[in-house]
Each structure stands twice: as C-alpha cells, then as structure tokens.
C-alpha cells in the first residue's frame, strides 16, 4: 500500500525596518531650520514594497501650544525634492491624528519591485526642515514621527 498527502506551503510576505532614527531639529521664530544630520533608514522585504513617512503637528512639551506639519519639509530615498506634509486628516492611530503621508519610495499604489534573497535596502539621505512660523512661543516641540513600510499583497 502507498500513501501520501498532498500539502500546500506558502510563503508569507516579510518586511522589517531594522534600523532609524529621530531628526532633531533647532531654531528660532521665522527660519527655515534643518536638522543637524541626515537620518538614515534601513529596510528589507521579500516583496514588492513602498515606503512612506507622516508626522503628527507638533506640540510644545511643557503648554498647550502646537503649530502644524505643514511646516515641516523631508526630502531623500528617491524622493529628491523637499516636500512638505499636508496637514489634511487622514487616518487616525490610537487617537492620534495622521495626515497624508510622504512617500520616499512608490507611492499609494505604486510599489518598488523586490529583489532576491531580501536584500538590505539603505538610505543615508533623508533630510528633515522645518518652517518655524514667526511668533512661536519659545521652548520643545515634539510630534510623533512614523515610518511605514508596506508590501504589495498578491
């Protein structure tokens, strides 16, 4: 007697950012200021992938006082452009507001393709700015910044 089964394997699409960091950013009221460094970003994927960054509207540490992402600028990856956040509400996470996002590689349904073996994909390049409105009150302003890396689903 032979038996056998017949099995299904699948394989599962993976994406991690493995590695970023925060832009800092220092000013006074009026300036275009950009961060001290560039940021870099560190991603790898077994499918075909875009990239995207949102920021939340900046909020001062210490009093009820914010100004809006739109005056913050991010260029890099293969976006060579600054180009500044929208400021028009989108989705929301956790109760926090999100805007519409910047793509540094693909877009909403554009996706970079995938190569073999799920190479490390690096950028070195992002450059943060920010326009700080005149007559900002002194002091730490803070947002929340995401980096989103999302796969094409088949």
Request: net charge negative; with cysteine.
């Amino acid at each position: 007697m032979t038996s056998w089964a017949n099995d299904e394997f699948g394989v599962y699409s993976y994406a991690e950012i493995t590695s970023t960091g925060w832009p800092v950013i220092g000013g006074t009221p009026g300036e275009n200021a950009s961060a001290n460094d560039n940021i870099s970003i560190t991603t790898r994927t077994n499918a075909n992938w875009s990239l995207a960054v949102n920021v939340t509207n900046l909020g001062h540490k210490n009093r009820p006082v914010s100004f809006n992402n739109d005056t913050i600028y991010l260029r890099g990856a293969y976006s060579t452009a600054f180009r500044n956040f929208s400021n028009t509400e989108g989705q929301t996470n956790n109760g926090q507001s999100l805007f519409a996002p910047i793509y540094l590689v693909g877009g909403d349904n554009t996706y970079n393709d995938s190569e073999r073996d799920m190479p490390s994909n690096t950028f070195t390049d992002l450059q943060w700015k920010c326009a700080i409105p005149s007559g900002t009150l002194a002091g730490a302003y803070t947002a929340q910044l995401y980096y989103h890396l999302r796969v094409e689903n088949d």
